[in-house]
């Protein structure tokens, strides 16, 4: 029988190999940390994108509807999304 011929052996230098490679991805392991976190450091840019994106959106929404309320000579509906508290007349 030969002695260097191992069936089925364990490869200890792949497994070690193996084991490092995914260890030393830096990248695999911060998106993993990432994920993991329910906050990051880019949470609260993120968060203010979305507030100003979400107000832009509610500002056109209402000039369309004050153009729509124009249009059809609707004089309540103008006054509502003209004065104090026009988000809760949209």
């Not at 490679?21 to 993120?46: P, S």
Request: charged share 35%.
């Amino acid at each position: 029988m030969n002695p260097d011929y191992k069936s089925n052996g364990f490869n200890k230098d792949q497994y070690v190999t193996s084991i490092l490679e995914g260890l030393t991805d830096k990248e695999a392991l911060k998106t993993k940390r990432i994920l993991m976190q329910e906050h990051t450091e880019y949470t609260n840019g993120a968060n203010e994108i979305i507030k100003k994106v979400q107000a832009a959106l509610l500002e056109n929404k209402r000039y369309a509807e004050i153009d729509k309320a124009l249009d059809e000579k609707d004089k309540s509906r103008f006054i509502a999304l003209t004065s104090e508290g026009w988000e809760q007349a949209l």
